[in-house]
T-cell receptor
Framework: AQTVTQSQPEMSVQEAETVTLSCTYD???????LFWYKQPPSRQMILVIR??????QNATENRFSVNFQKAAKSFSLKISDSQLGDAAMYFC??????????FGKGTMLLVSP | EAQVTQNPRYLITVTGKKLTVTCSQN?????MSWYRQDPGLGLRQIYY???????DKGDVPEGYKVSRKEKRNFPLILESPSPNQTSLYFC????????????FGQGTRLTVV
């Protein structure tokens, strides 16, 4: 069974600084997708970024980028120039084939002025 | 507007009283799924459906039922709710394709007393 591990229950960052959220996963599949979702206090689940396992180039979406290390099964999220609006729970997730998403337990990101 | 709609948003019920949480999507998506979110556990999949009349168990299906009679609707049924089903529930849908984005409903906060 696939598992996704987020080892940091909570992280803190100051505005304008950079923070990295960690995620590791376990799979025997060769083709899969990895996702980072953001859940602000409104509870809405918002897709932040996605990465296909076959692509070596790390995905980037504005201030959000990933460090995808396929051999190490690691998929960290870097948030640059952190903003107060980035404060949220962040979930790493994995999907392969016909399966649905398998989520990690989440990392709560706190942003201070 | 493309969306996944869950109802109700909040529900307090008593042990043993059957209830249904509705989920509807207007994007003609094939895949639909239900998750429950609990503190410290992330989101865990309850059931999913790959198309009309095709459903399968997720990681935590005990105590839940689903049906997919129409493509747009995927209700979650609790025949005899118990307090351990107190949770935040999310419905999600997505089109066919490994890397497609999953769209989430607004969530249903269920309390069973």
């Amino acid at each position: 069974a696939q598992t996704v591990t987020q080892s940091q229950p909570e992280m803190s960052v100051q505005e304008a600084e950079t923070v990295t959220l960690s995620c590791t996963y376990d799979t025997s599949e060769s083709d899969y997708y990895l996702f980072w979702y953001k859940q602000p206090p409104s509870r809405q689940m918002i897709l932040v970024i996605r990465q296909e396992a076959y692509k070596q180039q790390n995905a980037t979406e504005n201030r959000f980028s990933v460090n995808f290390q396929k051999a190490a099964k690691s998929f960290s999220l870097k948030i640059s120039d952190s903003q107060l609006g980035d404060a949220a729970m962040y979930f790493c997730a994995y999907r392969t084939g016909y399966s649905t998403l398998t989520f990690g337990k989440g990392t709560m990101l706190l942003v201070s002025p | 507007e493309a969306q996944v709609t869950q109802n109700p948003r909040y529900l307090i019920t008593v042990t043993g009283k059957k209830l249904t949480v509705t989920c509807s999507q207007n994007m003609n998506h094939e895949y639909m799924s239900w998750y429950r979110q609990d503190p410290g556990l992330g989101l865990r999949q309850i059931y999913y459906s790959m198309n009309v009349e095709v459903t399968d168990k997720g990681d935590v299906p005990e105590g839940y039922k689903v049906s997919r009679k129409e493509k747009r609707n995927f209700p979650l049924i609790l025949e005899s709710p118990s307090p351990n089903q107190t949770s935040l529930y999310f419905c999600a849908s997505r089109p066919t394709g490994l890397g497609t984005e999953a769209f989430f409903g607004q969530g249903t906060r269920l309390t069973v007393v």
